[in-house]
């Protein structure tokens, strides 16, 4: 396997990268946080991954929304101010452009914080496995709606003042009630009784089956998979993580772009892999040029 650091990108692990790039045609990326680090947004277990005293796979669960929606709310209500303050940066931009240029590559996001959609990836390439902080659903099983909301806060009642100072683990976390939420704007227009969740994928629950079948159906291709990069991620959570031995097992080659050397995708690695240590911002627009 072939490092590179990301003060000076090893020539020889570029080159050889580049030859095989320029030979590939089918070709997958599986994305992460680290893809968004650059942006200013904190990843999902690093030290920003925590909100106030929790962490964020605590919060991230349909149990803590039904235990307590106006905490999650508030969880969410503060990833979506973040995420809409910050700006896509230059790797979601060169992998939109590389999606544009390349028919058969798709693009499989685990994260929610819309800077690839923002950084106009082709639709049809983009695969978000986790759902969108842009999109709210309802939690009434029966009611399917959903809908795309901008608005920050989404309501009055999460305008807090220190939602957002998560640096101090002792502020107080006001009680916002069911109820409260429901009044305050959150209750569903569809069926005027659930309460609007974030359009998340939640621990414990199931991927999309859309976006699962337009995945499976790539990976079910006879044709070969020439390449898999993964980028920014942990490779901690399945079964976005697992698509990565599924890449390989169809022939693929794996390029992962991380900060972190530990955070290579467990599995079976081999020495045709490339490693490229350092942030996916710097990288990514060099190896897709
Ligand atoms: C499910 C949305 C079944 C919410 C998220 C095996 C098979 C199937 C399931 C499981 C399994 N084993 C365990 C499970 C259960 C669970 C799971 O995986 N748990 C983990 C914790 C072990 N999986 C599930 O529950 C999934 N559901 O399988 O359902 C089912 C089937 C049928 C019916 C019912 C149920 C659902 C998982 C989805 C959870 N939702 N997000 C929200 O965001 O609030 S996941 C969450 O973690 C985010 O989406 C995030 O993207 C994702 C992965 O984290 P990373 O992106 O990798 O972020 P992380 O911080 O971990 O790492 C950042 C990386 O970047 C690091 O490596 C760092 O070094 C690097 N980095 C940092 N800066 C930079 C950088 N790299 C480059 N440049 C930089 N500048
Ligand atoms: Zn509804």
Redesign the pocket.
Known sequence: MSFATHTQINEAALQSFHEHLVKSKRMLALC????S??SGLP????AG?LWRTFN??E??TPGAFSRDPGLVWQF?SY?RHMAMSVQPNRAHYALAEFARKNQHFMCLS???DGLSQRANHPKESLKLL??SLAEVKCSEFFCRHKEQNFTDPIIPLLELPNIFDISDPDVEIPHLSFKALLDGGLRCTQCNKGLLR?G????????PSNVLDDVDRFLSDPEPIDLILV????????????YVDCARDKGARVAT????ER?IPQGRISSMDWFFQ????VIVPELLK
């Open positions: 992460g946080a680290g893809l680090a650059a990843t999902f277990r690093g991954g964020a796979t919060l991230a969410y990833r685990q994260n929610v986790h759902g974030p998340v994928v939640w621990f414990g629950e199931s991927l980028i920014g991620t942990s490779s901690s959570v399945y079964p976005a993580a697992g772009i991380n900060m972190d955070d350092g942030d996916a911002s």
